[in-house]
């Protein structure tokens, strides 16, 4: 929504906890070329980022992808951003998309760090997403904002595909922070999650180059993005219909690949 709403730390926690709550392989990729801070949250310094597998988007296979992405653990690897202004590179649709026809075969959950721009590849991305997280403050300018992009994607994801809310920062201005109530009547849905106004134990997770499960795993803020973690996993529907269906439908039941926001 607008920047600084939080939406790159929380997308970096929801990638680490599919990561280790289902055990599944998680790719982060961090399109924000100028101003990514992917790497900074995992407390890693990249060998290589997403310009390099842009550079490469002739010759791109999953051997070279492997070359360029960065493991942070066992389960999660990250395609990191430059973070630089000084490179004179832009994302185009045609190298975005080869890369991620490589990426999505290597990972169980493909997860999409999305800047704060408004290009034809972010309509594209946004629009052929399997789920897209919006996060917003509680105030109305987000509330003006998502209002403008739930009625810009509904027609494109149509409803089997519904772009889902997440309210960051809930608490920090108590005087003036809109409810739960007014983003719904203004944009027809509820929040998936509400995430608590939480500075410490997020500036602790920051700071250290941690998640928010080691950093402060007793924060009501943690509690919130692992219930987010598991409404986007898809694990727990899954595990409803293979109980509902039994026999060889729940023996037989593969991963899907997932995009995510």
């Known amino acids: ?9 929380i997308c970096h926690n929801v990638a680490n906890e599919l990561a280790e709550m289902y055990d599944k392989d998680v790719i982060v990729v961090d399109l924000d070329v100028c101003y ?18 842009m550079s490469q988007v002739k ?48 990972c169980d959950y493909l997860v999409l760090d999305m800047p704060h721009v408004w290009e034809n590849w972010c309509r594209e991305i946004l629009s052929e997403a399997d789920e897209v997280i919006m996060v917003s403050k509680p105030d109305l300018t987000n509330l003006r904002n998502g209002k403008n992009m739930i009625e810009f ?21 108590k005087r003036s922070d809109l409810t739960d109530k007014d983003f719904k009547e203004a944009l027809a849905i509820d929040p998936s999650v509400v995430i608590p106004y939480d500075p410490e134990a997020f500036g602790r997770a920051l700071n250290n180059g941690e998640m928010m499960t080691k950093a402060s795993k007793k924060s009501k803020a943690t509690d ?4 987010l973690t598991k409404l986007v996993s ?17 023996l037989f039941k593969k ?6 926001k």
């Open 59 to 106: 010759a791109m296979d999953e051997s070279v992808m492997e070359q360029v992405l960065v493991g942070i653990t066992d389960h999660l690897s990250l395609l990191a951003s430059p973070a630089s202004l000084s490179l004179g590179v832009s994302v185009t649709l045609d190298t975005l998309s080869t890369n991620m026809k490589v990426l999505i075969k290597m």
């Open 224 to 227: 919130a993005i692992i219930e």
């Open 153 to 173: 994607l509904g027609p494109l994801r149509g409803p089997e595909a519904p772009t889902r809310l997440v309210l960051n920062q809930v608490g920090a201005a």
């Open 36 to 53: 990514g801070t992917a790497a900074l949250n995992f407390n890693i310094q990249p060998r290589s980022t997403i310009v390099d597998a």
């Open 234 to 250: 898809g694990q727990d529907e899954e595990e409803e219909e293979g109980e509902k269906k039994g026999g060889l439908a729940a």
């Open 255 to 260: 991963d899907k690949k997932k995009k995510a």
């Open 1 to 9: 929504n607008t920047g600084g709403v939080g939406s790159s730390v």
